[in-house]
């Protein structure tokens, strides 16, 4: 294992053309690709042998994230080095930047792993967001405000895909809820009535030039992401300009250097306000591989290696269907519950139809609500995307959006 040996220094050309990524999973996997396309090596670093970002990458660190020698021998091999997730201890791209050569910076990425600490940066960017109130011991349970019920009970951190939350409707459930979640520091915001979910993904540049990509309108299944439509259809030019104004207000109040997805939910009302941030390229950009000329994995690359960013122009409309896990299990006779049952996808039958772009992760286990791939369907007009989309989740058995 390559972390036991001592850390040798690559050549300062061979170095200054690797780029490291801490974490092995599909967003690194694309990144690597991303980088790849563009001659560089990819270093990534997992204690999974068989992740799907390790699987491309030129090399494997196969170790814990918090490993030092690890660490070590990536800044010895790469001159940058960025996170694909965002739970990657910040104490270690802290170390890194002595070394190398580090975005997003570990101030950034503590604040996009805290929900309070979220909730204050919306704050102080004067961002709106969900009422809300902290949740750390039985007297801020007694606290709560009225106006916070019926509301969601979140894990301040390691919360994601809609895990470590709970609805709650009134105080009983309360305190059943935050039991349940072990009593760790929560974060209790009311109920929203949502009309949509939108993103918008920034890219900033260390010399301080900022791009996005267009807004995406997000339907969520579960708590996981399912469908993204782009252009978002069930939003105005003036809320999309907004969201967007917002996402970069959010990265340049930070000092943000990267990648940074901002989640948005528009109210019934109309009024637009964030709900969280990532300080990476998100599910909810996928669609920008094939359906933009520069992508947030070209973004990412530009911003680590702090080569000039352009403005992304999306040239086709896109739907991105996310494949998870259950797809891979075949439903019975009567339609209703899953058996488990191993089987492939029908991708032949989705591939027949136009402007199809199938991503598979390699991940060689299936499980249900596990992300294993996306498909994109890009077309000249939304309509027609949003068309063919739903060909081709007919033909998956996804239902219709
Ligand atoms: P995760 O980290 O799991 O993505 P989110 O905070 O984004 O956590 O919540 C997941 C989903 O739950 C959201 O996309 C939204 O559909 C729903 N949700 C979250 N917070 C609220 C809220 N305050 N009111 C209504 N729905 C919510
Ligand atoms: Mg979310």
């Keep these: 294992m390559s972390a036991e040996r001592p850390a ?9 053309r690797s780029i490291g990524i801490l974490g092995g999973g599909q967003l690194g996997r694309m990144l690597v690709h991303e980088a790849q396309a563009m001659g560089y090596r990819a270093v990534v670093l997992d204690p999974d ?5 390790g699987q491309a990458a030129d090399r494997l660190l196969c170790a814990a994230y918090d490993d030092p020698a690890a660490a070590s021998e990536m800044a010895a091999l790469c001159a940058a080095v ?10 270690v791209l802290q170390s890194l930047a002595d070394r190398c050569v580090v975005s997003p910076a570990a101030a950034a990425v503590r604040i996009c792993q805290h929900r309070a600490l979220e909730k204050a940066h919306f704050g102080r960017s004067g961002v709106p967001c969900a009422p809300h109130a902290r949740i750390e011991s039985a007297a801020d349970l007694q606290a709560v405000a009225d106006e916070l019920l019926p509301g969601v009970l979140k894990t301040s951190q390691l919360g994601y895909d809609g895990k470590g939350q ?46 996005h990509l267009p807004v995406q309108q997000n339907l969520h299944r579960d708590g996981i992401l399912a469908v993204t439509q782009v252009p978002a259809p069930d939003v105005d030019a003036a809320t999309a300009a907004e969201a967007a ?30 709900n969280e941030m990532a300080p990476r390229p998100h599910n909810s950009g996928h669609y920008s591989i094939d359906a933009c000329d ?7 690359l530009r911003t680590l290696l702090g080569l000039p960013l352009a403005m992304p122009r999306q040239h086709s409309a896109a739907v991105m269907l996310n494949l998870l896990g259950d797809l891979w299990f075949a439903a019975d ?16 039958a989705v591939l027949a139809l136009p402007g199809v772009h199938l991503h598979l992760y390699g991940k060689a286990e299936p499980r249900r609500g596990r992300k294993m791939g996306h498909l994109t369907v890009t077309a000249a007009s939304a309509a027609a995307a949003r068309a063919t989309a739903l060909q081709a989740a007919q033909r998956l058995g996804l239902p219709p959006f």
Excluded: H, K
């Design 166 to 211: 709970r609805r709650v409707a009134d105080r009983a459930a309360l305190a059943e809820a935050w039991q349940a979640l072990g009593r760790s520091p929560c974060l209790l915001e009311a109920l929203l009535p949502i009309r949509c979910e939108l993103s918008v993904l920034v890219a900033r540049g260390a010399d301080g030039a900022c791009v």
């Design 8 to 16: 040798t220094p690559a050549a300062p050309a061979a170095r200054a």
């Design 49 to 53: 042998p068989s992740a799907p970002a």
């Design 294 to 300: 520069l992508s947030q994995f070209g973004l990412q």
């Design 333 to 348: 006779a009567a339609g209703g519950a899953a058996v488990a049952t191993p089987r492939e996808p029908d991708w032949p």
């Design 82 to 91: 960025t996170t694909e997730f965002e739970n990657v201890p910040a104490a």
């Design 245 to 274: 104004r917002m996402a970069r207000e959010l990265a340049v109040t930070m000092d943000y250097v990267g990648v940074l997805c901002v989640e948005f939910f528009v109210l019934q009302d109309g009024r637009l306000l964030a």
